[in-house]
């Protein structure tokens, strides 16, 4: 009985692949539009996952409060003494200065964060010694000495060597060794990321001594980061200061993409309605009629018949998203999600160059999956249901 | 006795304003190895009957036992399932889809049936080779002759060896010579212990010698001169 079942369903859906065979131009463009939604709906999960998990990361590594001073809404150098002020506050555990910046290599073409800061000075769990792949982080005495992320090691192309140079801003070099390399697994933080001494970032980007970027301050009690953060305000009027929540927060808006993917999945299940009602609104065709006619008066059942529309939905939309997925993941790595890219200026604020490392949870294939290919299956096979209207009586000559 | 009717009638859409009463009572039997010829004029009810024979629907009312099970109060799906172990169809215009091979069509019954494709062609070559087609065998159904075609017809219908043949108006459409040959090939599977009947009103039809039984109807009624 078993044995009956597999040949007879093997047999249905091979009639249903001649079928599709026979009417190839349609076939072929359902197929083709179906996979162009598929397309756009997993090219947009990939960049927002690949966005939000780097957020992730940035986060995991961002200090609980962050200070900066603005000018004219933009960032500016201020002086290491800004941190006596903040002495008197309770519940800081510490205060560490830091200078942040992104160097454009000209040789190259590449963007480089750069991070200037006495790693031995943040906090245990907060150090960045867990994403090293080998070497060791430069302490406070060690000029001239780096940690680079994946890709500007590949970048820098050094052969055998260890040292390499960039430019200060009166175009005079400045010499580095590496001294360790971060882990590929956190590569979606430390790809592009240079970390060094404080002394040796400002004397990359000429800013004057006592000057920094930014100052980390780290709490004892998450829970009064809030509290802390607004006596840091009244302590330092000039200063804008920054909560990890707080820019969680700004990420999140500038993605906004928990929504966004909710209304474009939506959205994409419409098309794939449209779709259908565009191959299915017209009703059976004659030809449809007569086909089934005869193949019920041969024998076959109403089941039959619908088993044949199924087999065909599953396999153009089988092949739609086979089709459809591979060429997202084509467009988000190898053209870096280009047809995204005035969706996506927002991340510019944050990071002056997105490298895009997608990924895609299984959930999320599931999810695109369930919003398209199960609303196209049911649309096709529900409607197939008027073939049983067809009386096989017609088929007989009258 | 293959097919044995009494007191059959059919009233298509029963209750409705627009209802028919096709067959009045009709009491038919044909036992096996006979043919048969419904005739009679158009709107008499031949394809109607041939529907009840075929397993298509069951009458309105009346008994209807064809090949030892009765029709009548059978679910469709058990219709659908007897009709294709007991039934061959010859249809008018043969009802070949023209964009399949002619091996795909003379397999088509055997599809739901959980045949194997080995097998299909095993059974289908025998009976190109039957019928001196063999050579079409990869053709599209849609560019081969009138006479190919008609013999693709026949094939089909015994694919799945089926004790009765039923042909409805299967000479409409041909000319004297395929009509004629049509009718040797009847001759030769009733020889060969087919039970066949055809309705139609074609002379070449109901005169050919091989025909046993005229059954004259008239107004859905057998009509006794
Ligand atoms: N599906 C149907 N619904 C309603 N009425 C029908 C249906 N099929 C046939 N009829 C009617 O039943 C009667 C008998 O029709 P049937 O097709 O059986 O006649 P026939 O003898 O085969 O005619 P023809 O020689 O034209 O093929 C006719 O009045 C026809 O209009
Ligand atoms: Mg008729």
């Not at chain 1, 249905?12 to 026979?22: K, P, T």
């Not at chain 1, 939000?52 to 002086?79: H, N």
């Not at chain 2, 039957?130 to 006479?147: E, K, L, V």
């Not at chain 2, 190919?148 to 108006?169: F, K, T």
Request: glycine letters at 6%.
């Amino acid at each position: 009985m078993a044995q009956y079942n597999i040949e007879k369903q093997l047999n249905i859906l091979d009639y249903a692949l001649s079928s599709l065979w026979r009417r190839r131009m349609k076939s072929l463009s359902v197929l083709l539009v179906f996979a162009a939604v598929i397309f756009l709906l997993a090219s947009f999960q990939m960049v927002t996952q690949a966005l939000s998990d780097k957020a992730k990361q940035v986060l995991a590594y961002t200090p609980e409060i962050t200070l900066q001073k603005m000018s004219a809404g933009r960032q500016e150098t201020f002086p290491l003494t800004y941190k006596d002020q903040l002495d008197g506050i309770f519940g800081i555990r510490r205060v560490v200065p830091r200078i942040w910046g992104y160097y454009f290599d000209e040789v190259r073409l590449a963007n480089y964060t750069v991070m200037g800061m006495d790693t031995a000075e943040m906090p245990e769990g907060d150090r960045l010694d867990s994403a090293l792949a080998s070497g060791k982080m430069p302490s406070h005495e060690e000029s001239g000495r780096v940690v680079i992320g994946h890709s500007i090691k590949k970048g820098l192309d050094l052969g055998g060597r260890s040292t390499f140079s960039l430019f200060r801003p009166d175009l005079s070099l400045k010499p580095f060794e590496i001294s360790g390399e971060f882990s590929q697994n956190t590569d979606i933080l430390t790809n592009d990321l240079m970390v060094m001494t404080l002394d040796d970032a400002r004397d990359l980007f000429a800013i004057p001594a006592g000057q920094v970027t930014d100052l980390c301050v780290y709490v004892a009690n998450p829970k009064e980061i809030d509290t802390i953060a607004r006596k840091i305000s009244d302590a330092l009027p000039a200063v804008r200061v920054l909560t990890r929540p707080q820019i969680q927060k700004t990420y999140q808006v500038v993605f906004g993409w928990r929504s966004g993917f909710g209304s474009i999945c939506l959205l994409a299940a419409l098309a794939a309605f449209v779709i259908l009602a565009w191959d299915k609104a017209s009703g059976l065709s004659p030809e449809e009629r007569r086909e089934i006619a005869i193949l019920k008066v041969l024998g076959w059942e109403t089941s039959d018949l619908l088993a044949v529309r199924f087999w065909e939905s599953v396999i153009v939309s089988g092949l739609a998203c086979i089709l459809g997925m591979t060429a997202a993941y084509i467009h988000v790595v190898y053209f870096s999600a280009s047809l995204f890219r005035p969706v996506l200026m927002g991340w510019s604020v944050l990071r002056p160059e997105l490298h895009l490392l997608p990924s895609m949870a299984a959930g999320d294939i599931l999810l695109i999956l369930a919003f398209t290919v199960i609303p196209y299956l049911a649309a096709t096979v529900i409607p197939a249901w008027r073939s049983a209207t067809v009386p096989a009586d017609s088929a007989l000559g009258g | 006795m293959l097919i044995e009717l009494s007191e059959v009638s059919k009233i298509y859409n029963q209750g409705h304003p627009n209802e028919v009463r096709a067959l009045t009572d009709i009491d038919l039997r044909v036992e096996q190895g006979s043919m048969v010829c419904l005739k009679g004029p158009s709107g008499s009810g031949k394809s109607t009957l041939l529907a009840i024979i075929g397993c298509i629907f069951p009458p309105t009312s009346g008994r209807a036992a064809i090949a030892e099970k009765q029709m009548t109060r059978l679910p469709d799906r058990f219709l659908t399932l007897h009709r294709r172990e007991t039934i061959g169809f010859i249809f008018q215009r043969f009802n070949i889809l023209p964009e399949l091979t002619v091996l795909d069509n003379i397999t088509l019954p055997l599809l739901p049936l959980g045949v194997s494709p080995k097998e299909r062609k095993l059974r289908a070559h025998a009976l190109l080779e039957r019928f001196g087609i063999t050579h079409r065998a990869q053709f599209p159904a849609g560019q081969i002759s009138g006479g190919e075609l008609q013999r693709v017809a026949i094939a089909r219908a015994l694919i799945n060896n089926q004790p009765i043949l039923l042909a409805d108006e299967p000479t409409a459409h041909l000319d004297t010579v395929l009509s004629r040959e049509f009718m040797v090939i009847m001759q030769q599977l009733k020889e060969a212990g087919k039970t066949i009947v055809i309705a139609s009103h074609d002379p070449l039809v109901f005169e050919h010698p091989a025909i046993d039984r005229i059954v004259t109807i008239k107004d859905g009624r057998i009509h006794v001169p």
